[in-house]
């Protein structure tokens, strides 16, 4: 099963014209909370996050900034519920689908798809993150302002 979703997407300014152009691509992010993957929410406050640097955020009073996020057309295949506590942050593909073994560079051949994160009791959100930039389709463009 392909487990098909529509998930946002927030970006930076800087890299909405590299998106456009040339998709997502997991070499321009950097390191989160489940390696170096492509990230994408179910819900839109989340993909918000990453709009912009939070230490920009409010500075000027009533500036209404443009931001871009994308609604992703992906393939989330079989999901790696991942831990909340940190130990994925060197992740760079999902981990094996062999019992026993579920490590991300072990040798086995057998592996989940993508991995969901957020699932602890104490996380708002969940985030979901594909490794292969082939199961991910940027399909709508969303710009909006932000009103402090």
């Not at 040798?107 to 594909?130: C, L, Q």
Request: glycine content about 10%; some cysteine.
């Amino acid at each position: 099963e392909i487990n098909e979703h529509f998930l946002f997407h927030g970006t930076k300014p800087e890299r909405v014209d590299a998106i456009l152009n040339t998709g997502l691509d997991f070499r321009m992010s950097g390191q989160g909370m489940f390696g170096r993957g492509i990230y994408f929410a179910e819900n839109s406050t989340k993909a918000d996050q990453y709009t912009d640097w939070i230490w920009q955020r409010g500075k000027e009073e009533g500036k209404h900034d443009t931001k871009t996020m994308f609604l992703v057309r992906a393939t989330l295949g079989r999901l790696f519920v991942g831990p909340d506590d940190g130990t994925a942050r060197s992740f760079t593909r999902p981990p094996c689908t062999v019992q026993g073994c579920v490590r991300f560079d072990c040798s086995h051949v057998e592996r989940f798809d993508a991995v969901i994160g957020g699932t602890s009791k104490h996380k708002m959100f969940r985030e979901y993150v594909i490794y292969d930039r082939s199961q991910a389709y940027p399909e709508y463009v969303i710009t909006y302002s932000r009103i402090y």
